[in-house]
């Protein structure tokens, strides 16, 4: 599945990281997106359009394992929520991990920096959004990184599916 970000999420959605490549290095990334207008655009009453009543932005393209891999070393030592699927190191994925938990570091595989992610969750792209709303922090997985931001995540909201998104978020799924 491949997930896209705006700016609403704009979630996973993105150029190459320069120089990630197999590098483990941690580094800034950018998402690049585009405007959505048209706000108060009306209803199509054949279901295939909503209504918008506000601006926004959103990925220009998916969220690259560059991108993916830099998010994960920088949240995923100790991968806490199951950022990282291992169907992301086979055939259709493009992101290794090596170490063991605790100092886990992912590397892309040569080729496929910049082929969109793959074996992403919902709750994945919700965390991604979470880091890149709080400014792409490093350190564990809680509410300072993934856990809080965009969204408000917890055992029984993820459970019952409630999980909405907050008020001033910054990227959404």
């Known amino acids: 599945m491949h997930v896209k970000l705006k700016q609403v999420f704009g979630v996973l959605a993105a150029t190459a990281v320069t120089g990630l490549g197999a590098s483990i290095a941690l580094a800034s990334i950018t998402i690049p997106t ?12 054949g279901g295939i359009r909503g209504n918008v009543d506000y601006r926004y932005s959103i990925g220009a393209t998916e969220v690259t394992n560059a991108k993916y891999a830099a998010f994960l070393n920088a949240v995923a030592a100790t991968d806490t929520n199951d950022l990282y699927n291992t169907g992301m190191a086979g055939i259709y994925g493009g992101i290794t991990r090596s ?3 605790g100092s886990y570091s992912y590397a892309t595989i040569h080729g496929r920096e910049n082929h969109p992610v793959p074996f992403c969750s919902f709750w994945d792209a ?7 709303h709080n400014g792409q922090p490093t350190g564990l997985q809680d509410n300072s990184t993934t856990e809080d931001g965009a969204y408000t995540l917890t055992p029984s909201g993820i459970a019952a599916n409630t999980v909405s998104r907050n008020t001033r978020w910054q990227w959404a799924v």
């Open 126 to 132: 919700t965390r991604f959004a979470n880091w890149l």
């Open 99 to 101: 170490g063991a938990a």
């Open 34 to 45: 585009v405007p959505i207008g048209h706000p108060h655009n009306g209803f199509d009453s």
